[in-house]
Structures are given as structure tokens and as C-alpha cells.
DNA sequence: GCTACTCGGGG
DNA sequence: GTGTACGAGTAGC
């Protein structure tokens, strides 16, 4: 029998756990394994007073003596004794009192369900094959239930068919405006989607309100009680829905909880869903099955201004919500037939929508491909971080190889740690950019910087030189020394090798891959694949890692700034040409050819030169070409980028560090920023540039700009009387409030509104948009210059050189383009190839410009040229 | 410029 | 469940 590993836990029986492997076969059949005579077990340090301390200690069954080598610099290895107990929930009692006695305890801090998937090879969505017993159980709800006699790795690839439920929940406030309280206002309506039909229907809504197209309960808990027996009886793998975990689980179950019903949800008959408070957010576990909040994904893999689910469904699936406002449900639910047909409507869509997120996207499959990779379970891939699937994942290799991993530090530890770790870990490099607007400057890329650091060095805990000295070492160039890779091969370079030759299979096999299906799996792949390469470095520098050395974090990135330097110092001073900024593991070279081909193979030789240069497996790739590049400051810039694709060069405006939507910002803001944007890099016209900023400001003075382009929003979270500041967009709604109470915006609504022109407090002229159409009242004009398109742009154009006076002219006609024409006036005849103009120079003190003052001369009065790396010349000439 | 606090989503 | 862990954006020094 082969399955596909949805979930994995235990059951304490008689002195005895047993595992309960939950999984489904490729025809959908679900599965239920139980293991039974694996003990869980953790290590010591070997001395007699351990050996005295645990001998009173019931729960052990076993101590055995046996060599292990600790994880913590280059060592030999050493006995240590293996504590076999009986009871997995005992181990923190007995590892607190070995640790208050002073006593090292290893690995006494791994939940038994992954003790057991690390030591049977077994990761979350992995296929297996079961050698089995038939077993019956009435414990568990599977089609088949059997007892494991033996595991071994599948043959499978793919998905196994997944049964898929989304769920929506409405209810009321008492307390008008306010988010319903769980413990106060019950459910009235639950809405369900199917992914497989249920009953030959494809959703269903159930509600205490008896009429419309739902299934109607007298009360709460009856509706409660088929809630889960649907549950039970469609046995979804997975649950999504939009905030499920932090909204509609912990709310459903408080109210089971009031209507005193056991939330027996999952497929263990005896286990009730759980909802764990961490940090006030709740992750949600449910026996067997796996709840995936479409909200919380698309949160961490989509960058968008909003995350509502109207905002989101329609910029992601183009498609809407049924338009109720939070302050209408009560409203639809007391109201007419009709009424409430449109809210159960609005709930229904709600479901389809979560369910549709998570199909038409694909949000589980990157979260799978890390589970396979790492060895987490699916459900808590979703739910934790970076730190769990690493922990998992490094515990099995340096388990193979005979090391023993230590505890996880405590709260005092920590501390410690997060202290020296600011005073002396420092981070990448961030050369300094060269001002101005460049041309045709080729970017280029350490590929994999840190794991190819890593692995050059062999950079690993368990070869760094500490007390012990290998026979043969490896110096960094910090000067930490690490065993060379023949006396001992880390384990954390040796994972990274895998990672790395691994994905390149898989990106090669993509580009044979035809198969939409399966070249979105591939790609899952190979992108969770350099994720877990690139997580390494980051871990052993993170203060809460059981594996944690702030040297290894130290000399990591010593090496990368180290490289970067010499990569420069190459480049600048053996091949020739200048480096104009570069960022931790990039360098960004400017040079004289303006060819996309050329100016590939240049990058391609400086590639090579620099990659032949450097030790081991560092290696500089050609990445792209910025036809333009425009630096504001360390860390922001924008560029006219091109890279070769599959279609020949693909070009694309790329920003880094600045935004140009922002959720304070009017629509006119970005509309100006990315057209100023285009005008400099594609057009590379500063004056257009300028001269386009300047009509904008002019028709806002001639209220030419339709009010729509100038409408602000904002979100009103609390009543209006208990905000303690003065805010625009809150007393905006006590204006509306007296005007009629009925429209007014609600707690929760956004409130949009426009500045108009006026004497009083600036916050007292936010204006209903609506309103100001209607009454063709005035827009202040200066706000929106000032504190909206002004803000942004001045940042671009100061980096242009451009001043802010000079921006908005002041009366002066003095802009570049005019003093670049009145060039041709002048008496010297000297002329220069544009291609070798530097930029501007005083004729009378020398002093250098990257584009020339407004008034048309220098500081000390005078005149201003060009200046070439020939000398300084009058006029330029374009071939 | 940095660090401390808030709030998101949901109804 | 042998676990305790956000993160961007803004207000406040």
C-alpha cells in the first residue's frame, strides 16, 4: 500500500505510544497507519551522578552507553548516554531536572512525532509504502486502518486527490459597530464549499433563519451539531477559508464550547480541534486534516496594498464580492425574503472565493514542495517558519552522520545571545552609489553568495577549529579556521551541495517539461530548494537556534564583504571600468557601450574573470543590463532593466526601496511618480521630466484634475469620538454624521475624502468626494503639491540634482536644457563626442557637477562647461 | 536615524 | 503537545 503523508501524531496506550501515520492513496482512499514499539528517547552527558539521578527516575526504561560527537566545533567523537522512557509528554519534566543539576542534555526537546519522522526518513507529503497488518479501530475515522510492520520510501510523485472544504461563518454584534464576540453573539449562518460534490451539491449554507435556499436549525447548536457531522461525513483533507484561523475556527469553537458540543472535528473520534494561542494569533490543529488560511498565505507571497478579501479576490481572480458592508448584516439578516437571500448570497461567495484563492493560485503547492524537502508536516510548514523546517531538516543529516544536537537555549540564553549578536554581527556590504543618472551598466550577481561561502570553506559547526585541532585546515579570510574537507566533511556545506546540484536538475528538467501541471510542481520545487539553501546562513546567526555560532554567522559574512571588495577591486583596477553601486552580493558596472549584445559579453568576461579569480565555488554571473539606472540612496534606486529571456531581452522598469503606492497616497501620486519614472529612464529627459511635473502642479492649480485622481482613504477602526488626535478622515465622518446619519461610514469602513480649499485646521477641510462633485466646492491645490505628489518626487528629482525651488521654478526659466542651448552661443569652438561627456564643470574654480545649477553658473560666480575625460569643452556632439 | 507600539484580516 | 514563533508601518524619542 502507498500513501501520501497528510499528518502524523501519537496515542498514549498502556505505558506505551503509538504513532498514527494519516494519509491518503492515490486513488483517494484515506489511511490510517499505527506504529507501535518506537520509544522515545534523548541523550546525556555521560558521568555516575546522571546515571545516579535517572536510576530514580520511573519512566526509564533503558540507558544505554553510546559514542556520539556533540555539535559545537571540530571534536572526536565521545560516549554519551541514550535515555529510553516511556511516556513522550514526561520528557520536560525529567530534561528540567537533569538541566537544573547541571547536567548538558541533547535532543530532549523534539516532539515525539518528529523524533520518529527523523529517524524513519519521513517527511509531511512524502509518498510511502506500508508493509502492513489490516487492523479495526474505532478510534479513527480512515477508510482503512492498518498496523505498520515496515516503511519505505514510495514510488509516487504528484498529489495525491485532495478533498478540499472552504467554510465562511456570519454573525451579529450585540454591541452596534463592534466585531461580534464570540463568548456573546451566536453564529447565524455557515457557508460551505465542496470541491467534490456533497450530496450532488457543490456548497451549502446553514442557518438559524428558516427560509431562502439553506438548510434551517432552530437553534445554534443544531446547526452546530450538523456543522460537524458534514464535516465528518464529507472527511475534507483540507479546510480553508479566508481568516479562518484568527476569525471563523477560534469563533466556531468558542460557540461550540457555549453550546457544550466536543469539537470533534478531525479524523481521531477521541481528539478535539485545538486552537493554540501564540502571540495573539491562533494556529489551528485539526487530527488528519489540514487547515490552510488562503488570508495568511497570500499575506507572506503577494505584495498588495490591501489584503481584504474584496480587494484581493478582485486583483488576484478578477472576481467580486457580493457588496454588503459589515455594518449592513444586521440589517439583511432581520430584514425581507430578499434580504436575506443577498446575505446568504454574500456568504456563500465569501467561501467560494477562499476556496478559489487557494485552487486557482495554487497557494499550497510551494508549502508542499518545502514539507518534502524539509521533513515538516504540511500543517505546521504552514504555520511556523524558516527556524522549524531547518531544525527538522539539519536534525536527520547530523543525526545520520553520528552528531547529537543540543537543546534549545533558554529565555537567559537568548538574551545573551541577542546582546552579542548586535554588538558584532555586521551584515552584507552596501557600497556607496555613485550620484546621478548612469547608462548601460551591467549588473552582476554572486550566485548563491552564502552557501557557496559556506561550502568553499566548509563552514559548518561541527569543522570550526575551537579545542580540538584537525590534522589539516582551511583559513577563511577573517582567519577562522574550519577542518578541511578530507578529515571532515561539514554537514551543513555537504546539505547545501545537495540543495544546489539538486535544483539545478530540476530546473533543468523544467525546460524539457511540457506539462503545465507538472512544470508548476518542478518550479515549487526548485524554488523551495533555494529557499531551505538559503535559510542555512540565517539560522546559525538567529539567537533562538539550537545550532547557533556567532562566528560561523561572522565569518559568512566577512567572506561576502571580503569578496565584494576584491570583486571590485578586479574590475576596476585589472579590466578597467568603474563600479557605480553594488549591495551584499552584487556589483553594478558602468561602461562606455551602449550594444545590449556587447554589453553581454562584456558582462559575460568580467564574469568569468572575476569567478576564475575567486577560491573554490564562488561564482560572479552576468544577471542583467540597466539601460538607465537612477540611485537615490544606498538601498533605493530605479533602472530601465533588461535581461535575456526565453523571447530574446525583456525589459522592465525595476524600483527597489521605493514605493509608488502607498496607502495614504491619491491616486494622482503614483500616476505622476510612474510616469516620471518612464520619462527619465526611457526617455532619459530630465527636462520633460520637470516639464511634466509642471503641468501636473498646474492643472491641480486650475482644478483640472478630476477629483477621483485625488481621493485619499482611510480605515476607521473605532468610533470617531474615541480617536485622540485630530484626523482628516475621522472628522470628515462626524461631518457626515450630521448631515445624515444613515450614509455615514461606519467602525471598520474606509472612509474616502478630499482636502479642499478653506482657513481652518487642515484636518477640518477633509471633504466627502461626492459632496465636493456636488457642490463644485474648491480643491486646495497646495496640500496636494505639498503633502502628496511633492513628497515622492522630490526624492527622484533631488537625486537628478534638482532642487525643490528649482523644481517648482520660483519664476526662474532657468532649467538645463536651456542652459545646454545657450551653450551655443559660446566663443570656444572645442566640441566633445556625447559618449564621452562626464558631466559639468566650473571653467573657473574646477569644481564638478553631475548636472548643471539653474542659475546657469557655479557657487563663486563662474560659468559652467562640459567636461570630458578629454578635457573641458563647450558643446557636444551627438554621431 | 533609531527603537517601541500597533494593527492587520475577520463580522 | 518532548514547541511559544509574526511583520510592516508608523508614532515617538
Known sequence: MEIQILDVDYVQVDEKPIVRIFGKTEK????????????????????????????????????????????????????????????????????????GAGVKVYEADILFKYRFM?????????????????????????????????????????????????????????????????????IILISLVFSERYEGRDSLVLSTRPDGDVLSFASEKEMLEEFARIIEKYDPDIITGYNINNFDFPYILERMRQNKIKPLLGRCKQKSVMARKVMARYKISITGRVVVDSFEIIKKDFSLTRYGLDFVAEALLGEKKVDVKHSEIEKFWKGTNKDFKKLVEYSRIDSVLAMNLLVKLHLIDKYIALSRISGTLLQDTLDSGETTRIENFTLREFNKKGFIVPCKPDAKEVAEREKARKKHLKGGFVLEPEKGLHSNVIVLDFLSMYPSIIRTFNICPTTLVRNQRPEKVIKTPLGTEFASKEIAEGIIPKILEKLMKNRGKIKKKLKTTEDPEKKRLLNAEQWALKIMANAFYGHMGYPRAKIYDLDIANTVTYCGRYFIHETKKIIEEEIGYKVVYGDTDSVFVETGEDDLEKLREIGEQISKTVSDRLPGIMTLEFEKIFKRFLPLTKKRYMAWS????????????????????RRDWCELVSDTTKKIIEIVLKENNVKDAVDYFRGVVKSLVKSEVPVKKLVITKNMTKQPKSYAGIQPHIELVKKMQTRNPAEAPGIGDRV??????????????????????????EIDSNYYIENQILPPLERIFNALGISKSELLGNGKQTLLSDIINNNNNHKETKEIPITDLKGFICKNCQKTYSHVPLTGFCECGGEIVFSSSKGMAASVVCK
Not at 507501535?36 to 540507558?63: C, H, N
Request: include cysteine.
Open 752 to 777: 474616502s475624502y478630499v482636502i479642499i480649499k478653506g482657513t481652518g485646521l487642515l484636518s477640518k477641510r477633509a471633504e466627502d468626494p461626492v459632496y465636493v462633485m456636488e457642490k463644485g466646492l
Open 28 to 99: 483517494g482512499e484515506v489511511v490510517c497507519g499505527f506504529y507501535e514499539g518506537y520509544m522515545p528517547y534523548f541523550y546525556v552527558e555521560k558521568t555516575d551522578a546522571v546515571k545516579e539521578l535517572l536510576s530514580k527516575e520511573p519512566q526509564v526504561i533503558k540507558i544505554e552507553t553510546v559514542k556520539r560527537t556533540p555539535v559545537g566545533g571540530y571534536q572526536k567523537p565521545k560516549e554519551f548516554l541514550k535515555v529510553t522512557i516511556t511516556n513522550p509528554s514526561k520528557t520536560p519534566e525529567i530534561r528540567e531536572k537533569l538541566k
Open 118 to 186: 527523523s529517524d524513519f526518513g519521513l517527511s509531511g507529503m512524502q509518498w510511502i509504502k506500508l508493509e502492513h497488518n489490516g487492523v479495526q479501530t474505532h478510534t479513527v475515522r480512515a477508510d482503512k486502518c492498518v498496523q505498520i510492520k515496515k516503511i519505505k520510501p514510495g514510488d509516487n510523485s504528484g498529489n495525491a486527490p485532495l478533498r478540499l472544504l472552504a467554510l465562511d461563518i456570519e454573525c451579529v454584534s450585540v454591541q452596534k459597530g463592534a466585531v461580534p464576540d464570540a463568548k456573546r453573539d451566536p
Open 642 to 661: 533588461f535581461s535575456s529571456g526565453m523571447n530574446g531581452w525583456e525589459e522592465n522598469i525595476e524600483m527597489k526601496g521605493i514605493e509608488t503606492v
